[in-house]
């Protein structure tokens, strides 16, 4: 029971990661976490691994499409930081202990489920001019935090900014993340391995239906009702941002 429910969330996280270019770990490291009683550190391990193909399936799906989606200069500008982000998030992530950790994953997730819900609204004035561009590796560099501390890829951070502040379609925001997904997953998870080392049991379940999740999520992302999936997938981010701020249960112990 316990391997088919991994297969089960390999899809939904695959769906999720190409559907909205975010990563799949904002689903990942909560269920890993409350359902199957993981300590937060092997969790982010396990998703950084596991979101590797999803992305790459995603991104090349996106390109088969259309290739105009991906952003090729503004994703190499991201790369830049991203890269250079996961390195320290890695560390920062060793450092702390997983109840504090956990703590600000609750409160990222909270964040992040109010936008998706349109309850949290921060106006940013579109701007393609160029002076903007050092702006992008600034961002790759807080995605690359995000991703290695949190496992989820930088794409919760990527998709809204690229599209709010950089002029992106949400299309080209969702590919674009995508594609630096990729990288920043690779060293989020070389460092992490570095760090905690990666358990694997879990990941040869995971990865087979998330790349299955991740095709059929690129191919049917334009006809899904985005504000409708948004607004569903926010207030499961949000129920779970509460239930692991409250949850009691000591750090380091697993099941």
């Known amino acids: 029971m316990r391997n088919f429910s991994l297969l ?9 990661s190409a559907a909205l270019g975010i ?7 909560p269920a890993l976490t409350l359902l199957f009683k993981l300590d937060i550190k092997k969790a982010v391990g396990i998703s950084l691994v ?8 995603g991104a090349v799906t996106y390109f088969i499409l259309e290739s105009s989606y991906i952003r090729i200069f503004v994703a190499l500008l991201i790369i ?5 982000g996961a390195k320290y998030g890695a560390t920062i992530a060793n450092k702390i202990s997983s109840n504090i950790l956990s703590k600000i994953f609750s409160v990222l997730l909270l964040f992040i489920g109010l936008k998706l819900v349109g309850l949290l609204d921060i106006p940013i004035v579109s701007d393609s001019n160029s002076t903007i561009y050092p702006l992008l590796v600034v961002l790759g560099l807080l995605a ?3 991703s290695a501390m949190f496992g989820i890829g930088g794409g919760v951070i990527l998709v809204p900014l690229l599209n709010l502040f950089f002029g992106l379609t949400i299309h080209e925001s969702i590919a674009t993340s995508l594609t630096v997904i ?5 060293a989020g998870a070389i460092f992490h391995n570095k760090l905690n080392g990666i358990s694997k049991s879990e990941i040869k379940f995971l990865i087979p239906t998330a790349l299955v ?7 049917t992302a334009s006809n899904l009702p985005s504000m409708t ?16 701020f409250f949850n009691k249960k000591k750090p380091g112990k697993k099941n």
Do not use: E, N, Q
């Open 80 to 84: 830049v930081g991203s890269v250079i």
């Open 213 to 219: 999740g991740a095709v059929v999520g690129a191919l």
């Open 144 to 146: 690359g935090l995000s």
């Open 50 to 57: 596991t979101i590797i193909p999803v992305a790459l399936f």
């Open 8 to 16: 089960l969330l390999g899809l939904l996280v695959g769906l999720s």
């Open 182 to 186: 990729i990288p920043t997953t690779i």
């Open 229 to 244: 999936l948004k607004f569903i997938f926010g207030l499961f981010l949000i129920l779970c941002s509460f239930i692991i």
């Open 23 to 29: 990563g799949g770990g904002v689903t990942m490291v």
